[in-house]
Structure formats: C-alpha cells, structure tokens
C-alpha cells in the first residue's frame, strides 16, 4: 500500500484491436479498503479493462503498480500470484465437483505431493466460507446449489489466495434480492478487512448502495472518478451515456395509451400447471397492452413462458391464442400462429453465436417466408436489413458474426428475429439482462412502440423498475403461482413486497 | 479493402498488400486453398511422373473419387447438424451384397438394386431414430450398427461374396458416355444437386442451424428430430448406392469393401470444411476434400510407394488439414491482427 492507500494503480492504459481502439489513456486507481464501482456502456471498455487488470491481455500502452510496484502480468496465473482475483459474469465453477474442490482449484498442492488430500482442502474451504456462507458444505457438489450460492463459491474462490484486489463483473445479474443483500453484506466484510473491490455493474442504485468511488467509462476513456457521495445518479448515466435519458414511466406515455387495449384477449391462459413449477395459473393479455411478470428469481416465471410458448409441456390448462385454443408442446405451431418467445438466455438458447445477423433474424421466418422447399436469401436478405434499421442495431454488415456484436445489439437481434414472424403476442423473458443503460432504454422505447402498434406483451423480468415502469397491469409470481395483481403507477417495492412475500394480497 | 486488410497491409508493407488480400481469401474460403493445393499436387505429380496426366490414371482418380464423394454428399449434411456416421463402410457393403445377393437368386437387376437401396435407407431410419428417439449417442450408435452389419454382409455373402452377376447389373459400374465412366458421371450429378440443395433448401439450412445450436433451433420451431432422421436416412442410402455402383463396376460383390470409408470420409469432409461441432461445411468442398485425398493416394501410387502406406497418409492428412485450420485462425489474430 502507497502512502495514500492506493493498493493497485493503472496509469495510461491503452488497448486496441486491430483498428478498433477499445481503450484509450485510462487511469484508474484502487484504495485500500474501498469499493470503486466501474461502470460503462456495453463496448466502453469494461471488460478489456478488467482483462488487462487480470492478465488476460496486455496493454498496448500503459503500466501498473501494485502497492507502489510494478505489475505487468504475462498471464492470468502470474496475476493472481500478484494479489489480483477476478470473479467474472460467466461462472467459472465445475458442477460436477465438490465445493472444496472448486476453491481450492487455483492453490499450489501442499508439499509437491501429488495425492490430493480431501480433509485439507475441506479444510481451506471452510476457513474461507466462514466469514461468507457457513450454510455451504464443502463437500457438496457445486450442482447442488443455486446460481447465488454458487456465486459465494466464487467468491470463496476468487479469495482463496489472499488477494490484495477483488474484481466482480456484474455480480449481480442473475441472483434476487436476498442474495443481492447477502453479497453486499459480504462485499462490506470484505472491505473493512482492507480488501480493494472493484465492482462493474449496469445497476446503478446498486452504485449508490454498495460503492465509495464510481468511475466511469465512455468510449474506451475514463470520463471520471467521483466519491459516490459527490455525483446524482441523473448525471453519473449522463455521463455513462453522454446524453440525457427519460427513465420515469411518464416519459413511456403511459399505460395503453395510443390504440387503447381491445377487448378480447389476444392471450388467454386458463388453470395452467406443471409439476415443480407452477400451478393454477389464469391470465390474460389483451392487444395494445403490456403485462409485467414480476418476481424473483426462481419464481417460475421463465417456465411459465416457456410452457406457455410450447417449449415446455404443461400438465394442465389450455393456452389460447386469439379465443383459439393452442395444442400444448409445439413451438412450431406456437409460431404460425403467432406468438413468438424471447428467452432469457441469449447466448444459450437464443442466438445462434456462429452465424450471422441474417441467418438469426431469419431463423425462425424460414418455415414462413418462401415458397416450397427453398430457401428465399434475398427475402432473409432484405428481412434482416429492415429489422436492423427498425431497431437501431449496430452492425458492420448483415453477414456479421453475431458473436462479435455487443450484447445491447445482440440483444436486439434476438427480439428482431421473433418480431420478423409478425407475431400478435410476444413474451420477453429478461430482454434488458446485462446489457448498458442506453441499448436499456432503445429497448424500452422499442416494447412501448410495438405496445401502441397492438401487440400484445407479456414481459417477464427480474428488474422490477423495468416491469413497474413499463407495464400497463403487473401481475406477480411467487413460488409457481399468482400472488397479486397490481395496476400501472404501483411502485418497484409494492412489487418486491408481494413477490418476497413480505406482504400478502387480501383474498378476493 | 476493409479497415482491418490495411492495418495489416500496413503491416507487410504497400506491395504486399494483394498479398494480404490473397492470403486471407485463402485462409478464409477453405475451398479456394484446396484448389490451390489440388493444383499443386497436379503440378508436381505431372511433372514428377509422365503416368499422372494420361486418360487412363485420371480415370482411376476419377472412379476413386466417385465412391467416397457419394458418401461425403450425405455426411456434408449430417456433419452440418453437428453429427456424423461411422457405419457408412458396412451400409456400403450391405448394398452391394443384398443388391448382388437379390440379383443372382433370380430377380431382375433394376428391381434388386431399388430394394437393395430401400433397405439401405432404412437402415439410415434406424439410425435416426435410435439416436432422436431413444437419444443414443450417434458415435455409440452408428459403431454398433458398424458391427451389426459387418456380421450381416458376411451371413449374406459367405466368406467370398457374391459373384456372376447379371450383365443388366454391371452396366451401371461399367458403362460410359464418351470416355467418361458412369460411376463418375452419377457421382458429379449429384454432387451438383446436393451442393444446390445444401445451399438454398430449407431442410438443409435447417441442419445448418441445428448444428449450430440446437436449444435455439428447436425454439425456432425446427423440427430437430426431422432433421437429423432425414441425415441419417439419406447418408445410408447414398452409402448403399455407392456400395451398389462398386459392385456393378468389379462385377461382384464383396464382403470386405468399406473398412477405411468412414474415417476417410469424414477425414474429407473436415478437409472441406466442416467442423465436428457443426454448423458449418458444403457439398462442394467436401468434394474438393475427397479429391484431395484421392490425389495424395494416386500419388502414392504412381510413386511406388506400398498400399500399406494410404492410411498413414490419410491419418496425415486429416490432422494436418484440421492443425492448419486451427493454426491459421491464432496466427491471424496475434500476429496481424486482422479478426476471422
């Protein structure tokens, strides 16, 4: 540690690739026993900068010292021997071996034995979880907990060579609100024993709560670093953005205004139930109106989509589009007839990350689009242009790999793709998960616009300013089922209210 | 050229730059390297033996090439949906010996080769539906059935085959137009409609997405298990023709063709193109990958070089082919900096 406290200092870091420079002249210093929020828009230049600061890359232009020396790291492995641990968003765990086994992935073997001893490692696991999670056994397997736990695995993990510098990536995407408070509880542990915490996040409420310094990126430049006590949260998006933003759902509006919601339920869903997931689940989505699932994670919400959608077979209900009823099971005909699924995972089960734009956008319009048994490319061709222009995605050309695209533009292609099949009904699953404030809000404007063209939306999201702001009637799922129905102007913490179960809706 | 071609072109230098130009054409298109490298093996083998360039060995290239290039028309597909099927060597037996088999107890040629090829194709449906339906691995799979049949063709053909078949049989393997032999000519033909197919019909675009992901393409409303049934189906069936045209060409049919077929096929394959994961390959240069190896083979040949050498050769050039791709796509991205 210098005489000011700074324990990890990068001065003038610069870093391109091949013509794109993504970063340029960044300085970013780390004090002993603080938590410096970094935030960006997608393609500012987080991601390039933690890599640097773990040893995954190495920096065109720039140098960095920790506590006063210099540290220039030829590799990930050279870094964390420095005293840098990094826990990404990707999760790094292996599901099929023990927590102990995790953590202790990154330690040298005691002794040069080469029999691994299972009571030292459960040993190290233990005196590392004790401060973080002592419910985790360290010989239960990794698979057998949760996306959060799993999380406190990391961390464990991240810990387990002493770091003198702590980065977390968007840690919080996928957990809920008690796991998010747990982590935070952690995190502030973890400060007050002198740790330096790096923490990018999107979220930046989460800023305000957890973080001292926040810095931020725009463009590959470091736009500043203010105490957190110092800047509103108005200006630190301007600065993220570099424009002014409308995030109060005044500005979408408000609830159905343009068209008016029709009568008539363009979706309708009577006594839907699936065995661990769900059960006695009614509703009802009319054209022109946007319908928030609101809860948390784990809720099962996502499966209802999915089972809905045909993805997933339901025990029981029906599921009718339109007033007809949908044979359960088939996607395929869930399409032709018009309702379309965004997923939650793009990566996963979305995208195809190999191919390009066009051949994405077109996916699920083959069967639709075309006559006979051939493909029409220049119809996909121009199919895939008009969606990019409709929805502002940034891309070099339609033959671009969509793995090379940022995650907003990636985001938007998933959504392009099922609004290609001119669906009358769509559910988005997460369509705002880790992606930066400004694609945030083009997509946003986009739902409202496609609300007031007469779709019908059944938006399911975690982000539950995002369900509160958006929807014209929020309906709220805990553990399988509907536990409340609240209408548009309700605030986020009525929803996290019933969705936590900290409040019950009244029978009837 | 684009932003990245002249970072690295001012890297090599302005005379250089067609260089680059060229360079990633090369490394990007796998078909056009392989027409490079066809055309220097051609180069060297004429100018290294007067044997090379006579109608008779382009011939022998030729009809070498029209058994493994049939094949390869169906695995371009099957690989494509990120599968592949180690059985075609036994189906390729199979159809010749039922074919030979039906054909010298009596029934009239055309109609043993079409039951010959029924049976084929339905072998290819139980592929397909044990691995959709009951989701057995296609490697275990296709293994199995590899040795099912191998047992099959020898309880059919008797430990010598079949011989003395119908002169109406043989003229499919022995026939030519000009001097060009059917064999090669059938083999061109479909070359020719499975590229077109594989490039602009739904079915086959459909594999192309399976094999790239295949969580997403069933939510697209692929029918996934279609697909890959259609794959298998038709990689048998394709595998029973060849079998077929190998037996009318020698005139008998043996029970011992087909051991060295998978792997060289798929070996070809991959040489055109394709991945192993999937989602990528076409017909035309799983051809060119099959014309390859059948060059390096004849090469041998010509040179002397014992039989028992082929499948050092075709191991080599397998692994060579695959090393150079993953070679080329780091060396691009470190050293020039130029994306893929």
Redesign the interface.
Known sequence: MTATGVIFEARQISRS???VRALTAVDLAVRAGEIHALCGENGAGKSTLMAIFAGALEPDQGSMEIDGRRYAPASPLEARRAGIAIVYQERSLMGNISVAENICMTLPLAGGRFLLSKREMAANARRLLRDLDHTLSPNALVADYGIARQQVVEIAKALAREPRMLILDEPTASIDADARAHLFAILRRLRSRGLGIVYISHHLDEVYEIADRVSVLRNGRLVGTWPVAEIDSQRLAREMVGRALATTPAAHGGPGAASGAKTGAALAVEALAREGDFANIDLAVRSGEIVGLGGLVGAGRTELGESIFG?RMPDRGTVRLAGRVLPRGR??L???RGLA?V?EDRK????????SVR?NIA??S??LI?KG???D?RFADALAAEYCQRLGIRTPSIQT?IG?LSGGNQQKVLIA?WLATRPAVLIVDEPTKGIDVGAKAEIHRLLVALRDQGLAILLISSDHREVVSLSDRILVMRKGRLVASLPAGASADELVAYASGAVHAAAA | MD??E???AGAVGIRGAWLVRLLRVLLVQREAALVVFIAIIGAVMTWLTPTFLTVGNLEAVGLGLSSDGVIAIGMTFLLAAGLFDLSVGSVLAFGGITAGFFDVHGIPAALAIVIALLLSGGIGLLNGLLVTKARINCFIETLGMLSILEGIVLLIGGGFGISNLSPAFDVIGQGQVGTVQYPILITIGLAIVGDFLMR????A??A??VG??A?????????VDRVVLFGFFLTALLAGFSGIVETARFGSASVSVGANTPLNVIAEVVIGGAALSG??GTVLGSLLGVLLLQLILNALNLLGVATYWQPVAAGIVLISAVGFDTLTSRIDFQKL????
Request: glycine share 12%.
């Open positions: 690739f091949a013509a993805l996607p395929d869930s399409v032709r699924l997923t996963e089960t979305g995208l195809f990350m190999e191919k051949d996916a699920p083959l069967g075309g048994p051939l493909v490319d790999r090379d793709m | 932003a990245e002249r970072v690295a602009k019909s739904r079915l675009r459909y192309y997405y790239g992901n969580k997403a393409a069933r939510l697209t409303g692929i029918n989602g990528s900096g130029m994306r893929r």
